[in-house]
T-cell receptor, first 112, second 114 residues
Framework: KNQVEQSPQSLIILEGKNCTLQ??????????LRWYKQDTGRGPVSLTI?????NTKSNGRYTATLDADTKQSSLHITASQLSDSASYIC???????????FGGGTRLMVKP | EAQVTQNPRYLITVTGKKLTVTCSQN?????MSWYRQDPGLGLRQIYY???????DKGDVPEGYKVSRKEKRNFPLILESPSPNQTSLYFC?????????????FGPGTRLTVT
């Protein structure tokens, strides 16, 4: 069964600190993996996309990693800001088509 | 501004009263889809459309209908809403059906069925 599991479910950190969110997947065949940021009451917005051959990709203070062998991805947020408070969703695309499997998300709260 | 719009943003209705949630995109995207988001279940695809007059079921299509008469619009229809359809709904679009295209999400419609 195609599944995407994220951990932790929720996380509280202090402003300025770093954090790492995890995504484990059992999807086959793997096509690509995206991390989305979803602010409360808004639609998800793509942060990064990673294909099978990519290990690391950065977007400003966000750095995503992918280990295709262990089927794990992480999203590292550096020097967190209050505006980073949001849900972060890991989405894995299956095969060449457009089938997506969504993780349940990690709810991040950054406190001053 | 390139965007996906949904209307209404919030809706409270009663069981059995037909409703339509509209979705429109101004990016000339071919591929559009509807999702519902529920606590603990994440986003689940309801229906998708690869182009005008081409629609197909996603993971949770029961109780929903869609139509794609024009490229820019993809309305979601609930013929007889029930309380288990209370959810947060997102419309999304992307340029094509290929795996490399980024998906753009609308702002969401929060539906409550009493």
């Amino acid at each position: 069964k195609n599944q995407v599991e994220q951990s932790p479910q929720s996380l509280i950190i202090l402003e300025g600190k770093n954090c790492t969110l995890q995504c484990n997947y059992t999807v086959s065949p793997f096509s690509n993996l995206r991390w989305y940021k979803q602010d409360t009451g808004r639609g998800p917005v793509s942060l990064t996309i990673m294909t099978f051959s990519e290990n690391t990709k950065s977007n400003g203070r966000y750095t995503a990693t992918l280990d295709a062998d262990t089927k794990q991805s992480s999203l590292h947020i550096t020097a967190s800001q209050l505006s980073d408070s949001a849900s972060y969703i890991c989405v894995v695309r299956i095969g060449a088509g457009n089938m997506l499997t969504f993780g349940g998300g990690t709810r991040l709260m950054v406190k001053p | 501004e390139a965007q996906v719009t949904q209307n209404p943003r919030y809706l409270i209705t009663v069981t059995g009263k037909k409703l339509t949630v509209t979705c429109s995109q101004n990016m000339n995207h071919e591929y559009m889809s509807w999702y519902r988001q529920d606590p603990g279940l994440g986003l689940r695809q309801i229906y998708y459309s690869m182009n005008v007059e081409v629609t197909d079921k996603g993971d949770v299509p029961e109780g929903y209908k869609v139509s794609r008469k024009e490229k820019r619009n993809f309305p979601l229809i609930l013929e007889s809403p029930s309380p288990n359809q209370t959810s947060l709904y997102f419309c999304a679009s992307q340029l094509g059906a290929g795996s490399s295209y980024e998906q753009y999400f609308g702002p969401g419609t929060r539906l409550t069925v009493t």
